[in-house]
């Protein structure tokens, strides 16, 4: 019988997973008990595979009388061998720069410099130049990651990037163990939005398990352990076979005191749309168009764009389709952004093509909605202006009407001055999962952040005052951060006059249930008391023991993988700023605001 092997870690998405071992980090080999990138030899390696693959390719189509073709691909194939692409990716890895990133930015550098020369057949191959640079950083990325297997599987990486989760969502995926990352990444948040359990900060000895190996990850354990024994296996997948959320009716979905809420939901992907829908969300209120891009080596083209949201916004004839633009900053910061001086919103609007081809497709995608576009990360009045008049170029191109404009509430000062801000926008939504983590002085990919913060009275207090901004203005208020599905902060948005929530996808059916037992009047009441978060936010939780440890306590061959990766692990848990002690409101104090449901209090308590 094989011995057991267990791996703590952070439980980051409820659930019970059970599938393979599948070790998805890319162009890693062993090196002293440690992993690594890609060296120069085989950067230099990937682009000549490229260079011949496409030379091979082109053989190919000339040989079948497919001249013009040929000549094109033939292009390609001297592109990959040319040393003014090769050589300073090779140099950039050479000096310690992940493979990936060194070909993205030398081709990156290579089409900028295409792309400004004044002979227009010239500056075209900026495009080829990205293409190419794409290939040999999917070689090395595809080189030695097997593929998934065909069973079910969990994802194991030393860093979960939550474009692995959408890509493999429908393909197997049963869970995910990330070695670094907390709650409030964006991998985290996506496996919440797909009901994968998930775990971060978790024991990098994970990283040695070998593939095909079965598995149970239990998020509510904090465990992914290889090898079971027989009696947790079947404890698990009874387990597994039990915990659906019933379905629970949404349409016209009000509060126990009859106040109408419009429940949608968060996505990324297609996946996620068919679950939220499925789920009884009334639309999407908040899809996060980077997400599919951020292992991208350059801008997303309209065929991308359409390649990602095509599939989304078809689903939702007619219904509510907040689209956010690029928000490449953070955690989702692809390739070929790191190395400049500007990210996210900021970075956009000076690539200006990069917006317009943005916009063109979502106003083709998503013509059949009800259609609204959202900014991320707004600091200023300038940025809203330039987004409008971009969205109103493309709309007239497009023969259309702009939809709505709205922007995200994220940023402390922007929420701050929110009243400056209603008057140019059409919508507010407000993204507690920045401003929460900006507001107490936390990093977001600190393990100790948690939607459940967003009850802060620092918080809370800045939020009322964007509900009365955009009040004031007469203007709609939505809050799509990852609080508006939290047990103790959704009781708090309701109470002050939030009526529009949008949240994970897997999580509309739970958050429709507390929404419809939240009775408002009380909600309103509460006032802040010494709550515990503060306390607690330093502490990982230790998950409570539940049934199935009888089971497991009965085998004898359990290994305690390591000690430090219990949820405290080898990262710190402790805030970039501390937190002063902070009166916040607590369940007890908030008595019958807050409906009591198993299963979100109980991931609440775990994350
Ligand atoms: C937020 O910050 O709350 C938000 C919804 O945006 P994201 O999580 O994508 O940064
Ligand atoms: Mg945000």
Redesign the pocket.
Known sequence: MTTPSRYRGQPVSEGIGLGEIYQGDPSLTKENGHRRAATEDEVRAAFAAVARDRAALAAELREKGHDQRAAIVDIAALIAADPALVTPAVEAARAGADGADAVAQAGEAQAALLAALPDPDLAQRAGDVRQVAQAVADYLGHKSAAPPPAAKFILVRREVDPADLIRLAEAGLAGAVSVGGGASS?AA?IARGLGLPMLAGADPDVLDTPNGHHAILDAGLGELIVDPPEPELIAAQTATATTQEPRFATDNLKTADGQPVTLLCNVASAAETRLGLAGGAAGVG?L?TEIAFTTAAHWPTTADHLTQLGPILSQLNQKPAVVRLL?FS?DKVPPFQRSQPDQGLIALLKAPNALRDQLTVILRAGRATRLSVLVPMVRSLDEVAAVRAALAEAAAEAGREPPRLGI?V?VAATAANAAAFAPAVDFFSI?????TSEVLGLDRADQGTRPALAADPRVQSLIQHVVEAAAASNITVSV??DAAADPLVLPLLLGRGIRILSVGAARVPQVARLIADTDTRVARLCRPSLGQLSADRTTPPRPAPRSRDTARAASDTRRTSSSRASGASSRSAAPTTPIAPATTPSRDTMGAAIPASPTVASWSSTA
Request: aromatic fraction near 0%.
């Open positions: 964006h948040i908040l996060r928000d953070g995200m994220e993204g507690t999962n920045d401003l799509c951060g």
